[in-house]
């Protein structure tokens, strides 16, 4: 399974790792009928119960279980997956995590019964959101033959059937929401400031401060609605009186990595294109190269006639720099 490169992903799996949006999750977000049977103060995170290689680069961060109310000791699941695109295949996704979910159980010495999993689809895409919610949807077969096809339903959260005023919880989990809702949208460079200015009154916490940088990187990285300097210029705006703390160095020093994170991304994408090979091969090339260079790089791969030219190329120019 690939890691995830994902400027989307990434930002998502930062924010649910976080105990706190998660629990925002399951109190704003699930069906009340079901949010009502989970104990939220038992919340806890189960990456690192999961020890399948295949689970761990996607799994990791979004998994968590939690006790049920009545039931004391019994949990239940709650896996998060985030889509930034429609994935018609959601559901057979969701049923090949949820069965290495329950052999990973196995593993551990426990038995019957099951946990439940409650799988949860976050998306916030550029189109509608068409897929439906069933596994028996994927087929289309006698009703005589319902009771042999799998059936589970998965919970799915809609960023756009939401208005910004509906979108609610802490200030952590509204400032991701807003920003994928908005992310591909061409309202983003007036929605930012509003978005940025909720973070206020977490900068005097180092927490606060390191999720700014985390939102920077990502609206750096993942949109092509806003440039680097509107997302300066909102920081400034916002945080006036703060520069001092935040402004300019560390903040466009955030910015520009954001920046160099989607460059190398669309850069690899491109180039293995061309050359027919694994984006994961190409990407490695590009580490410590400069964003002037990648620019550069961005140029001279339509007119390379190998990859071991292109290669070369970013080789002399790390070289280079390490003078």
């Known amino acids: 399974m690939e890691q995830i490169s994902n400027p989307h992903d990434k930002f998502f799996k930062e924010v649910l790792s976080r105990q706190e949006a998660a629990v925002d999750f399951v109190v704003h977000y699930l069906p009340k009928d079901i949010a009502s049977l989970l104990n939220v103060d038992s919340l806890e995170i189960s990456k690192d119960t999961f020890v399948d290689k295949e689970l761990a680069s996607h799994l990791s961060d979004l998994l ?40 990973q159980w196995l593993k551990t010495g426990e038995g019957r019964p099951l946990p439940p999993i409650i799988p949860c689809v976050v998306y916030h895409g550029k189109e509608a959101w068409t897929v439906g919610p069933g596994f028996h949807d994927l087929f289309d077969h006698p009703g005589a033959l319902d009771h042999v096809v799998p059936s589970f339903e998965y919970l799915l959260c809609d960023l756009s059937e939401y208005s910004d005023e509906e979108i609610k919880g802490s200030v ?60 300066e210029e909102s920081v400034r705006q916002i945080f006036e009186g703060r520069e001092g703390d935040i402004m300019p160095t560390a903040a466009k020093h955030w910015i520009e990595q954001g920046m160099q994170q989607g460059t190398v991304k669309l850069l690899s ?20 190269l400069t964003t002037e260079q990648l620019e550069e790089l961005g140029e001279k791969f339509l007119e390379a ?17 390490a003078q």
């Open 172 to 231: 952590v989990l509204r400032v991701a929401f807003l920003l994928f809702k908005h992310i591909f949208s061409s309202d983003l460079p007036e929605k930012f400031p509003g978005i940025l200015g909720l973070l206020k009154d977490l900068l005097d916490k180092r927490s606060g401060l390191e999720y700014l940088e985390t939102v920077l990187r990502y609206v750096a990285s993942g949109s092509d609605q806003i440039g680097p300097e509107e997302i």
């Open 64 to 103: 968590y279980h939690v006790d049920l109310k009545e039931k004391g000791s019994i949990c239940v699941y709650l896996l998060f997956e985030h889509k930034s695109f429609v994935e018609p295949f959601i559901c057979l996704h969701l049923l090949r995590y949820m069965a290495r979910i329950w052999e």
């Open 305 to 321: 006639e190998s990859l071991d030219e292109i290669r070369k190329w970013a080789e002399e120019k790390r070289l280079a720099k």
């Open 269 to 288: 994408r491109q180039i293995a294109r061309r050359f027919q090979v694994s984006s994961e091969f190409v990407h490695p090339m590009f580490l410590g």
